[in-house]
């Protein structure tokens, strides 16, 4: 997703360019007070705000933030600008700071740091920068930039400790952050939960039976519960785009086959040894490590009964998953009368429009089935969106009654590989509270 990466560049940049183009555009005074804010707010909404969990908030938010620390450090560089002989010294330096940034970031905080604790860490050492650069305007600044940093530290030791709590293990890699949580005392049924960030990718309970059931958002009456379910008779063949806790392999029978497809190598370990969804099952099971679709690209015609694409990563969409190019390619890999089945449910897009244009432009059929939350069978509740060309399936007395309509809004253009647009798709601003680990 460009949008990710590409506004916050932007801000870099245009805070460096207008300090660096105009000395006088810098104000210490001004633009400190604007960092105290700056900070606070982002402090506050790292440790917890139903207000600011809405992207339509929390990113201009944040983006709003950047700006203003990129100013404050610029604003101070550009103060100590030395004389012309030494600009190339001070300029290449700048640079090597950049760079030792990327990589520590993206080399070595993986290595370090078992969460992602990068933002809190750089919210503490920009309060003590302020506190180091103000402290000649006296001790009333002092005492102030003194209790910001504090205040940084404990938001920082709030975010570990909240990461923390009832994790019994934690992975990390350039792919992002996974945790496993236990809860035990005060439940019925003890489980074991898999997330990312604070999404949940697959639980599973701890006691037999209850381990061997489908649950969070892939439960019998889910859309890809209802694919599995009423495919096809006989042993089916079924593709999994992502692997989570492999918590698919649940509704497999003798004869039938399951082909994953995953591009975390921690994933795939961790579905082996922590869950035992896929041991348990007595289909045969394979798993393809690389992005699905180059893999699937590369393969012949794998003729599945049911594909699943369930790759999402947190709330944040690899794109080039629900793009027309991609499509092709899922249906090259289906049966004529298979079923391709789309995990839409989302905290901030709706995309169940966006599936149902790819299908049409396909000439396929699409059903959207949302299914409720059952917290006794610990299932989530879930929008898959169902898509093909079995009328057998799509008449199903089960499929048909569970399914709603897919409204496409006006404005909405078919997404290819050249072309997205994530600001048709946004939800309304949602202020419900967020519950730790949940979707």
Not at 52 to 78: D, K, N, R
Not at 341 to 351: F, K, M, R
């Amino acid at each position: 997703m460009s949008l990710l990466w590409v506004l916050p560049l932007a801000l870099y940049l245009l805070s460096f360019t207008l300090v660096f183009a105009r000395r006088r555009f810098y104000s210490r005074w001004f633009v400190s007070r604007l960092l105290a804010v700056a900070l606070g707010c982002a402090g506050y909404a790292l440790y917890g705000s139903s207000i600011t969990h809405a992207i339509q908030i929390s990113v201009p938010l944040f983006c709003v933030g950047l700006l203003i620390v990129c100013l404050f450090c610029h604003g101070e560089l550009v103060q100590r600008k030395p004389a012309v002989r030494y600009l190339t010294s001070f300029y290449l330096t700048i640079a090597l700071g950049g760079a030792l940034g990327a990589a520590f970031v993206g080399l070595l905080a993986p290595h370090v740091l078992s969460g992602i604790y990068e933002l809190p860490i750089v919210l503490l050492l920009t309060a003590i920068l302020a506190a180091i650069v103000l402290w000649p305007e006296g001790w009333p600044a002092r005492l102030f930039w003194a209790s910001v940093a504090v205040a940084m530290c404990a938001v920082l030791v709030l975010n570990v400790r909240s990461t923390r709590e009832d994790t019994v293990a934690m992975f990390r890699n350039f792919y992002g952050a996974l945790r496993i949580q236990e809860f035990r005392a005060g439940r019925l049924l003890p489980y074991r939960s898999l997330l990312h960030g604070t999404i949940q990718h697959g639980a599973q309970y701890l006691a037999f039976p209850e381990n061997r059931n489908p649950t969070t958002y892939y439960g019998r009456r889910s859309g890809v519960g209802l694919a599995l379910r009423f495919c096809c008779d006989g042993p089916k063949r079924v593709g999994v785009i992502g692997l989570g806790a492999g918590t698919l392999a649940a509704y497999g029978k003798p004869g039938d086959s399951f082909r994953f497809y995953d591009i975390n190598p921690q994933v795939i370990a961790i579905a082996n040894t922590w869950f035992t969804f896929l041991k348990q099952s007595p289909a045969t099971s394979d798993i393809i490590l690389g992005d699905a679709r180059l893999s699937l690209e590369a393969e012949p015609p794998q003729q599945f009964d049911v594909l699943a694409v369930d790759a999402f990563s947190g709330d944040a969409i690899p794109v080039h998953l629900l793009t027309k190019e991609a499509f092709a390619v899922y249906f090259r890999h289906l049966k004529p009368d298979g079923i391709l089945a789309v995990h839409t449910s989302n905290t901030y897009l709706n995309l169940a429009p966006v599936v149902k244009l790819l299908a049409e432009d396909a000439d396929y059929a699409t059903r959207l089935i949302a299914s409720d939350e059952d917290a006794t069978q610990m299932i989530s509740s879930a929008d898959w969106v169902l898509v093909t060309r079995s009328l057998d399936f799509l008449n199903k007395p089960e499929t048909f009654a569970g399914s709603q309509n897919i409204d496409v809004p006006p404005r909405l253009w078919l997404w290819t590989d050249d072309y997205n647009n994530l600001f048709d798709v946004l939800r309304t601003v949602s202020y419900q509270t967020q519950p730790s680990g949940g979707n």
